[in-house]
């Protein structure tokens, strides 16, 4: 109930309720008195506008101190300066005073007494004048006015630090209590090679919060004061690290229980969950109108038509649609914030370059500024442990699919009378029996193998039924990272009933084909260039790797082929196969005597 809130996919009621005038008083009121930070601080308006005197003040303040300072500076290099034009000419005395002596002739009679005696006259009074210069300071490195100045840019950067908090927070209940503007297409550029994230949604909630650091951090920046832009970073690179990275993966994890198929918007072994149901009645639902899509291809039954009342198939299937991009744009809300972070970083370093002169308290700012690296970093890892998620609460989906589709237990009955399940007529009638995978084929079994749809056929069509409704609404990259997962939970499971099975030679072959289907089917729906191949792939996904490697390890024509490819594929990189599964899988194929094979694997694992 409390994720269906969230993401404003209604929680059930009449379809005439009036949803949107109930989401706009809960929204005022839960942001009565500025959510509360006015019996903190006050009013925020005239917080924001005292701040913004605030900086104003340290503004003028910092330039003051500034050019104060660079005029100091400009006394000193005179001063320096006057120094050595006065050693320059000390210098051109000496010379000419012993140039004289040469000419006169005395310097046999008193050398030393005539030549130390004017040098000795000069050089103390020169002596004096560097003495004073050195006692002499006329700007200290730290004044009174800095002490004030670091007082005020304290008291600054906490009040900075409540209104950002503040702000974000009216974001975020905005986003709880959503609306038709709280959707928007997303705003990052992705390429995209197909119609994956063709209608890829995000909520206003990352970029209202990302607007509320950059407008809180810039006005610190404006101050020209080092110490207070420094606090004013640092709070920013706490905020958006810990704030907004806790808020948005929970709400993805809420997007990935209203995903799960069966109970949530996907539909399940026996059609659309409850969730999908009360969207699909919800005013929220209809309300909705900014997005277009297919509709999902979840089979509804009589008893869903007959809840939906007057909505047709079509109507309720659409809703459907619009609320599984709903719910998967809190997915897409963190690879857009980790953009927008790094968007911002790179705003950030660009101010200090063009408003800080260089020094060792210029370089502090930077260095608080590229914390938020860290902080793209973690959203990115959040990105990740959400799908992974996902594909956590879609996984016992896609392994009853892959039940049903070999015949194990718990999957369905499926009419066949060959191991690939299709309807074979022998003689004049029809046999029908439960399907099961089984690679132990002669020819004619073979044959028809061939002829057929089989087995894997069945089960990719059941995948795509189940992640078809997410691929457009997801961007390409996290909707290739759930692909993956799938894959590698079907593979997986593969792997469980194929070691099940015996393997005649012909069997082997038809289990290289189903192999090759799989990945095809991988490589068809999946965005990135780079996963186009079967090495990549594979790299992406290993238990599709380890499947790939049974199909090679089972397709030797003889056991003295075995070595060979084991020690070449472990030169590639790309074997993960233990000696011991190698053992137990060649012991599957009918052809091969199982003393021989422990004879000829009677090696060290390396």
Same mark, same amino acid.
């Given at each position: 109930?409390?994720?269906?809130?969230?993401?404003?996919?209604?929680?059930?009621?009449?379809?005439?309720?009036?949803?949107?005038?109930?989401?706009?008083?809960?929204?005022?009121?839960?942001? &009565?008195?500025?959510?509360?930070?006015?019996?903190?601080?006050?009013?925020?308006?005239?917080?924001?506008?005292?701040?913004?005197?605030?900086?104003?003040?340290?503004?003028?303040?910092?330039?003051?101190?500034? =050019?104060?300072?660079?005029?100091?500076?400009?006394?000193?290099?005179?001063?320096?300066?006057?120094?050595?034009?006065?050693?320059?000419?000390?210098?051109?005395?000496?010379?000419?005073?012993?140039?004289?002596?040469?000419?006169?002739?005395?310097?046999?009679?008193?050398?030393?007494?005539?030549?130390?005696?004017?040098? $000795?006259?000069?050089?103390?009074?020169?002596?004096?004048?560097?003495?004073?210069?050195?006692?002499?300071?006329?700007?200290?490195?730290?004044?009174?006015?800095?002490?004030?100045?670091?007082?005020?840019?304290?008291?600054?950067?906490?009040?900075?630090?409540?209104?950002?908090?503040?702000?974000?927070?009216?974001?975020?209940?905005?986003?709880? *209590?959503?609306?038709?503007?709280?959707?928007?297409?997303?705003?990052?550029?992705?390429?995209?090679?197909?119609?994956?994230?063709?209608?890829?949604?995000?909520?206003?909630?990352?970029?209202?919060?990302?607007?509320?650091?950059? /407008?809180?951090?810039?006005?610190?920046?404006?101050?020209?004061?080092?110490?207070?832009?420094?606090?004013?970073?640092?709070?920013?690179?706490?905020?958006?690290?810990?704030?907004?990275?806790?808020?948005?993966?929970?709400?993805?994890?809420?997007?990935?229980? !209203?995903?799960?198929?069966?109970?949530?918007?996907?539909?399940?072994?026996?059609?659309?969950?409850? %969730?999908?149901?009360?969207?699909?009645?919800?005013?929220?639902?209809?309300? *909705?109108?900014?997005?277009?899509?297919?509709?999902?291809? %979840?089979?509804?039954?009589?008893? #869903?038509?007959?809840?939906?009342?007057?909505?047709?198939?079509?109507?309720?299937?659409?809703?459907?649609?619009?609320? #599984?991009?709903?719910?998967?744009?809190? *997915?897409?809300? !963190?690879?857009? #914030?980790?953009?927008?972070?790094?968007?911002?970083?790179?705003? =950030?370093?660009?101010?200090? $370059?063009?408003?800080?002169?260089?020094?060792?308290?210029?370089?502090?700012?930077?260095?608080?500024? &590229?914390?938020?690296?860290?902080?793209?970093?973690?959203?990115?890892?959040?990105?990740?442990?959400?799908?992974?998620?996902?594909?956590?609460?879609?996984?016992?989906?896609?392994?009853?699919?892959?039940?049903?589709?070999?015949?194990?237990?718990?999957?369905?009955?499926?009419?066949?009378?060959?191991?690939?399940?299709?309807?074979?007529?022998?003689?004049?009638?029809?046999?029908?029996?439960?399907?099961?995978?089984?690679?132990?084929?002669?020819?004619?079994?073979?044959?028809?193998?061939?002829?057929?749809?089989?087995?894997?056929?069945?089960?990719?069509?059941?995948?795509?039924?189940?992640?078809?409704?997410?691929?457009?609404?997801?961007?390409?990259?996290?909707?290739?990272?759930?692909?993956?997962?799938?894959?590698?939970?079907?593979?997986?499971?593969?792997?469980?009933?194929?070691?099940?099975?015996?393997?005649?030679?012909?069997?082997?072959?038809?289990?290289?084909?189903?192999?090759?289907?799989?990945?095809?089917? %991988?490589?068809?729906?999946?965005?990135?260039?780079?996963? &186009?191949?079967?090495?990549?792939?594979?790299?992406?996904?290993?238990?599709?790797?380890?499947?790939?490697?049974?199909?090679?390890?089972?397709?030797?024509?003889?056991?003295?082929?075995?070595?060979?490819?084991?020690? #070449?594929?472990? /030169?590639?990189?790309?074997?993960?196969?233990?000696? $011991?599964?190698? &053992?137990?899988?060649?012991?599957?194929?009918?052809? *091969?005597?199982?003393?021989?094979?422990?004879?000829?694997?009677?090696?060290?694992?390396?």
């Amino acid at each position: 109930k409390l994720a269906n809130m969230i993401m404003g996919l209604g929680v059930g009621g009449d379809a005439t309720t009036t949803a949107g005038t109930d989401i706009a008083m809960k929204r005022q009121a839960a942001m &009565k008195d500025d959510c509360g930070f006015t019996i903190e601080v006050g009013n925020l308006q005239d917080v924001d506008a005292a701040l913004e005197e605030w900086a104003l003040v340290m503004q003028h303040t910092e330039s003051y101190e500034r =050019f104060i300072r660079h005029a100091v500076d400009e006394v000193l290099k005179a001063r320096n300066l006057r120094k050595e034009q006065k050693k320059e000419e000390s210098r051109r005395i000496r010379e000419l005073q012993e140039a004289k002596t040469r000419d006169a002739g005395d310097m046999a009679a008193s050398p030393r007494k005539e030549r130390r005696t004017p040098r $000795d006259k000069t050089n103390d009074g020169h002596d004096d004048d560097n003495a004073d210069d050195e006692t002499m300071e006329i700007l200290p490195p730290h004044t009174q006015l800095n002490e004030v100045a670091a007082e005020i840019g304290g008291n600054y950067s906490s009040l900075e630090r409540v209104l950002l908090l503040a702000g974000m927070q009216r974001a975020f209940i905005h986003a709880n *209590f959503p609306d038709e503007s709280t959707f928007s297409p997303v705003a990052i550029a992705h390429a995209t090679h197909s119609d994956v994230g063709s209608r890829a949604l995000q909520t206003n909630l990352v970029e209202e919060c990302l607007y509320a650091a950059r /407008r809180s951090t810039l006005r610190a920046f404006a101050t020209g004061h080092t110490g207070t832009a420094s606090a004013a970073a640092n709070v920013c690179v706490d905020v958006l690290g810990r704030v907004l990275l806790e808020v948005l993966a929970r709400r993805a994890e809420l997007g990935a229980s !209203l995903l799960r198929p069966g109970e949530g918007l996907l539909a399940g072994q026996s059609g659309l969950g409850h %969730a999908a149901l009360s969207f699909a009645k919800s005013t929220a639902g209809k309300g *909705f109108r900014g997005v277009q899509g297919a509709a999902a291809r %979840a089979g509804a039954g009589g008893k #869903v038509l007959g809840e939906i009342n007057d909505e047709t198939e079509e109507q309720m299937r659409m809703r459907t649609s619009i609320g #599984v991009a709903r719910a998967a744009a809190n *997915f897409n809300d !963190l690879e857009v #914030v980790a953009e927008y972070t790094k968007r911002l970083e790179g705003n =950030f370093l660009k101010e200090i $370059d063009a408003g800080y002169p260089r020094g060792h308290d210029t370089e502090q700012l930077r260095m608080c500024i &590229k914390g938020l690296g860290g902080v793209v970093e973690s959203f990115s890892n959040a990105s990740e442990r959400a799908i992974e998620r996902l594909v956590s609460t879609m996984l016992p989906r896609v392994r009853q699919i892959v039940n049903e589709a070999v015949g194990n237990e718990g999957g369905s009955a499926i009419p066949a009378a060959s191991f690939m399940g299709s309807p074979v007529l022998s003689g004049a009638t029809s046999t029908v029996s439960s399907t099961r995978l089984d690679y132990d084929l002669d020819d004619r079994a073979f044959e028809l193998a061939q002829l057929s749809e089989g087995y894997v056929g069945r089960m990719c069509s059941s995948l795509d039924e189940l992640i078809e409704p997410l691929g457009a609404h997801f961007l390409p990259k996290l909707s290739d990272a759930l692909l993956i997962g799938i894959l590698g939970g079907v593979s997986t499971r593969l792997e469980a009933a194929i070691r099940k099975s015996k393997f005649t030679p012909l069997g082997a072959i038809s289990l290289d084909s189903d192999v090759r289907y799989l990945m095809n089917f %991988a490589k068809d729906r999946l965005d990135s260039p780079e996963l &186009k191949s079967n090495v990549t792939l594979c790299k992406a996904c290993l238990p599709l790797a380890r499947l790939n490697q049974i199909s090679l390890l089972l397709n030797v024509d003889d056991l003295e082929d075995v070595l060979d490819l084991i020690s #070449v594929s472990k /030169r590639k990189g790309n074997w993960d196969l233990k000696l $011991d599964d190698a &053992k137990t899988l060649l012991s599957l194929r009918v052809d *091969f005597e199982g003393s021989k094979v422990n004879d000829l694997l009677q090696m060290d694992d390396e």
